[in-house]
């Protein structure tokens, strides 16, 4: 294992460049080593700035060549279409009718690609540029009616067979050879002949400036005349004159912003119990001990913080090695592809954060000693693993635990990543459906309803319990039908699916008005069998009953692996408040039988990952 370590610290080494930063010039710990890391929010804005200048073919494929990850952060269009406004439309003169449907055409536009890829971006690229020069010109309604008929044709031509075509020219012109110039027939085929190849001409370059890239709303808006038409005949009723088209709304929204349910607790002081000693004090230490490719620190981390979360972070990720069962302390770099950074890169309150562009670890300069390191190591691990599936080749952001747009990965670890989720994702518990029923609302109730619930004698969690059985069974049946007569079946079992939780929520209604006829009482909510898990619905709970960020994939996840690694150090008498700390919130970590299943799933997740050296 030494002469493992000492290699590769070797080949991490190679670089001698000096990336200190002038601050950092007499500082005796506090100073960047290893690759320049890029990616702050100084770089990003002069790149950006340089592409939204010239966005041509050539400046984005050099883009590409540098980051596909950065391309496709500016091959966007609310940056593609950062200079329009509609202040700027009243300067150049356009009447206020024609600005405002300018501003829903673009609205209409996809944000982004549909297809991850160099190409499809160059293609977006082009069709925005094409739409905005094509719209600046644009200044009256009947100008914009006529380009509105021209980009209509456009959008069919791409989809035109040249065959027809090309025959008639080829006809044409054979007429034109034969007869002498002048008589009728010679006059009616040049005819022929002009307007089909003007008509090839245009077929030719809407192929080669696809504007159905732009997305399928853009599309029908121009496709669907009746789309068109409404759009343009609302915004001439509602805008008379500039004053209706500027004039800002007023913000109703008065309400306080609603406390937090959960918020991490800290150590007053990260303690640590066992593990090995870390003779780890300067940034170059760290970086060969463990192979990043770089460590960072802010302009206004001193020498003395930057020494202990140098200490600290050393320590934490020699406890994560043990904790995992790696054979190398080197593993947790990732192959030599994650960085970390100490007080460089903060984002508003957060203690630490995953830079999936830059691929570094941020920890804050006070508070990012407080147990994130575990938390945010996975979500590295969680993006390299994606990253991995596409060979590194990908422009897209992404996470292996969300499963969507995974490219090719072993077999075996897929499975250990899907029986993951499911451990954290599937179970049993209680989802409340709000009470929607208004004074005066009324329900036809079945005798079968009604008769089921004074058996269970009013416990509406049973009624529910009853009739969801019935519900699931019904949905069983119709999964197995659409599958048995159409293989490719997906849309059409989330269209059921759908339905389904649509009349499951509406039987609830009809229970709750039942509940209060009874017995005059109205509930807020009605309790109802889930199969998700009782960690999976109190983080839909932490997100106001919406899954925004605590119920996501990729932080169930990372929270899980909080509570694995405390769990798995505890078992070895061991602790480190810098790396994990306190994983025992009912809200926001697993609990009970279900947290022992998630270990079990990361223990078999880590020991895949060994086997077929990954880690």
Not at 122 to 149: G, R
Not at 425 to 451: A, C, F, M, V
Not at 551 to 563: I, K, M
């Amino acid at each position: 294992m030494n002469q493992q370590i000492n290699l590769f610290a070797e080949a991490v080494q190679t670089s001698k460049e000096d990336i200190r930063s002038e601050k950092q010039q007499n500082r005796k710990v506090a100073y960047d080593v290893g690759v320049k890391i890029g990616g702050s929010r100084k770089d990003e804005a002069a790149l950006r700035k340089a592409f939204l200048e010239n966005h041509t073919v050539t400046s984005l494929e050099e883009l590409e060549g540098l980051s596909p990850l950065l391309a496709s952060s500016l091959v966007k269009k609310e940056e593609l279409f950062s200079g329009f406004s509609l202040e700027a439309e009243k300067e150049l003169g356009t009447e206020p009718v024609v600005a405002r449907v300018k501003q829903l055409v673009i609205q209409r536009i996809d944000k982004e690609p549909a297809i991850d890829s160099p190409e499809e971006r160059k293609s977006y690229m082009l069709a925005c540029e094409n739409i905005q020069s094509i719209l600046k010109t644009i200044t009256t309604l009947d100008e914009f009616l006529s380009t509105y008929y021209e980009i209509r044709k456009r959008i069919h031509y791409e989809n035109t067979d040249c065959t027809y075509t090309l025959n008639k020219i080829k006809v044409s012109e054979r007429v034109i050879n034969r007869v002498n110039e002048g008589f009728a027939e010679w006059m009616e085929a040049k005819d022929t002949f002009d307007h089909y190849s003007n008509l090839l001409a245009k077929i030719t370059e809407a192929k080669n400036l696809p504007l159905r890239c732009l997305g399928k709303k853009f599309v029908n808006f121009f496709l669907n005349a009746k789309s068109g038409n409404n759009t343009i005949n609302t915004v001439k009723k509602s805008v008379t004159s500039w004053e209706d088209l500027l004039k800002k709304k007023s913000n109703k929204n008065t309400s306080k912003k609603s406390t937090k349910l959960w918020e991490r607790t800290f150590a007053e002081r990260p303690d640590r119990a066992g593990g090995i000693e870390s003779s780890v004090r300067k940034p170059e230490d760290l970086q060969r001990k463990h192979g990043f490719r770089s460590i960072e620190f802010g302009h206004y981390v001193d020498d003395a913080k930057a020494e202990e979360h140098i200490l600290r972070s050393s320590e934490g990720f020699y406890d994560l090695c043990d904790a995992l069962d790696l054979d190398h302390y080197y593993a947790v770099s990732l192959n030599a592809n994650l960085s970390v950074s100490f007080g460089s890169r903060g984002r508003g309150q957060a203690l630490g954060h995953f830079d999936a562009n830059a691929k570094v670890i941020n920890l804050t300069r006070d508070k990012g000693c407080n147990g994130v390191l575990a938390h945010e190591f996975f979500h590295a691990l969680d993006n390299y693993l994606f990253d991995y599936s596409h060979s590194h080749k990908n422009g897209k952001i992404g996470f292996a635990t969300e499963l969507s747009g995974l490219g090719i990965l072993n077999p075996t670890i897929r499975d250990c990543i899907q029986n993951l989720m499911d451990a954290i994702k599937s179970g049993h518990s209680k989802e409340y459906i709000p009470n929607k029923n208004k004074e005066g609302d009324s329900w036809r109730i079945s005798t079968g309803l009604t008769s089921v619930y004074e058996r269970l004698n009013g416990d509406l969690f049973l009624v529910m319990d009853h009739f969801k059985k019935q519900f699931d069974k019904s949905l069983e049946r119709r999964l197995s039908m659409v599958h048995y007569l159409n293989s490719n079946s997906e849309k059409d079992k989330e269209k059921i699916l759908k339905r389904n939780k649509r009349e499951l929520n509406k039987y609830a209604q009809a229970v709750a008005w039942l509940h209060q006829k009874q017995t005059g009482e109205r509930v807020d909510s009605i309790p109802c069998p889930s199969d998700k898990s009782e960690f999976f619905t109190n983080a839909v709970t932490l997100d106001r009953g919406k899954i925004k960020y605590y119920a996501t994939d990729v932080e169930l996840a990372a929270r899980a692996f909080e509570a694995f690694i405390e769990d798995t150090l505890k078992s070895m008498n061991r602790k480190n408040d810098y790396l994990v700390y306190h994983t025992s919130h009912s809200l926001a970590y697993p609990n009970g039988e279900q947290r022992k299943k998630i270990n079990t799933a990361f223990k078999a997740f880590f020991q895949a990952l060994k086997k077929i050296e990954l880690l």
